[in-house]
């Protein structure tokens, strides 16, 4: 299984920015990806997760702001993040793992995401 997140970049607060994650190895139609993030100096948490059957989950911080979606057909996930704050500067990673089971098994490498003030 290999996850290969893009997409990150500088931007304003504000403005808007999408990343993509890439899957190999692992279809969508039965597994959760989920999108979780990392800032400077504290604990990866979570974002957001899209089920198998498009069921979407997001964290209080973000809902309403993000959204996740999925394309079956590129076996592809993203994040559209909108309305970016400061606070939002992390590295972003995506996420697998199976419907049957709890553990992230599946990571991606991480993008950066820095929103200036």
């Known amino acids: 299984v290999q996850l290969q997140a893009s997409g990150g970049g500088l931007v304003r607060a504000g403005a808007s920015l999408t990343l993509s994650c890439a899957v190999s190895?692992?279809?969508?139609?039965?597994?959760?990806m989920g999108w979780f993030r990392q800032a400077p100096g504290k604990e990866r948490e979570f974002v957001g997760s899209?089920?198998?059957?498009?069921?979407?989950y997001y964290e209080n911080a973000v809902k309403g702001r993000f959204t996740i979606s999925r394309d079956i057909v590129k076996n592809s996930v993203y994040l559209q993040m909108n309305s970016l704050k400061p606070e939002d500067t992390a590295v972003y990673y995506c996420?697998?793992?199976?419907?049957?089971?709890?553990?992230?098994?599946?990571w991606g490498q991480g993008t950066l995401v820095t929103v200036s003030s």
């Open positions: 996420a697998a793992r199976t419907r049957h089971s709890s553990i992230w098994g599946s």
């Open positions: 190895g692992l279809s969508l139609s039965n597994s959760v």
């Open positions: 899209v089920t198998w059957n498009d069921d979407t």
